[in-house]
């Protein structure tokens, strides 16, 4: 018996050295933390909208393109075409000028420029001599000369003076989204095609001030202002 008792509490001192002796499982690794979702990046701020600066003189280099291009005899205005898509809003109304049909976004705006050529213009001289800014458009006053040659000729020219008014509206995003030129072509027409022969070898200076300041007048006295 007491053989047996010794025996057991041997085993039991065995067992308990084991259980102390017997090395402690490693703490598993922590896992990481989990990453953070990947936000997508904040879109950025619009730009700010262009200063009145900016879109006077964006203006006038869009009308200094087209006379660029007629006085190089080339009639190419890829500098034209270039600023209708920096300048202006894809579905752009173009009317120039005012009582012509209207063009309707750049292809057609391109179109328009063919113009200067079909009428004969080979010279185009533009003096910016005013120019009014509102919240929402530009208007700005230009003395326009032009020589046209005359039908049917290769020598005999018109010379033509006359004030214009370019009237822009702009959105939001500082694009024009109308342009309306007010001036009356029609006595230079007449005389390149012949119905106005003024003195010295087939040249002739016409000058229309009364009909087209009527049209400059009617557009500072509120005619575009009413519409916008």
Not at 115 to 120: G, S
Not at 191 to 210: D, H, K, V, Y
Request: with cysteine; hydrophobic share 30%; aromatic share 8%.
């Amino acid at each position: 018996m007491k053989t047996n008792t010794l025996l057991s509490f041997t085993l039991f001192v065995l067992f308990i050295s084991h259980i102390s002796s017997s090395p402690s499982p490693s703490p598993s690794p922590s896992a990481p933390p989990p990453s953070p979702a990947s936000a997508s990046p904040s879109p950025s701020p619009p730009p700010p909208p262009p200063t009145a600066a900016t879109l006077v003189n964006n203006l006038i280099a869009y009308e200094n393109s087209i006379t660029v291009s007629i006085n190089s005899g080339t009639y190419d205005f890829s500098d034209t075409i270039l600023l209708h898509r920096l300048l202006f809003s894809p579905d752009c109304i173009y009317e120039d000028p005012v009582g012509f049909p209207a063009a309707f976004g750049h292809e057609q705006m391109r179109a328009v420029l063919a113009n200067w050529r079909a009428v004969r213009v080979i010279h185009l001289k533009k003096r910016y001599t005013e120019h009014i800014m509102y919240s929402d458009y530009l208007m700005l006053h230009i003395q326009m000369s032009m020589v046209g040659v005359k039908a049917g000729s290769e020598v005999e020219v018109c010379h033509y003076q006359l004030p214009m008014v370019v009237h822009v509206t702009y959105g939001n995003d500082g694009l024009i989204t109308r342009y309306r030129s007010y001036w009356d072509p029609r006595e230079y027409m007449a005389c390149i095609n012949g119905g106005g022969s003024g003195g010295g070898g087939g040249s002739s200076s016409r000058s229309s001030s009364s009909s087209s300041s009527s049209d400059s007048s009617s557009v500072s006295s509120g005619g575009g202002k009413s519409e916008l």
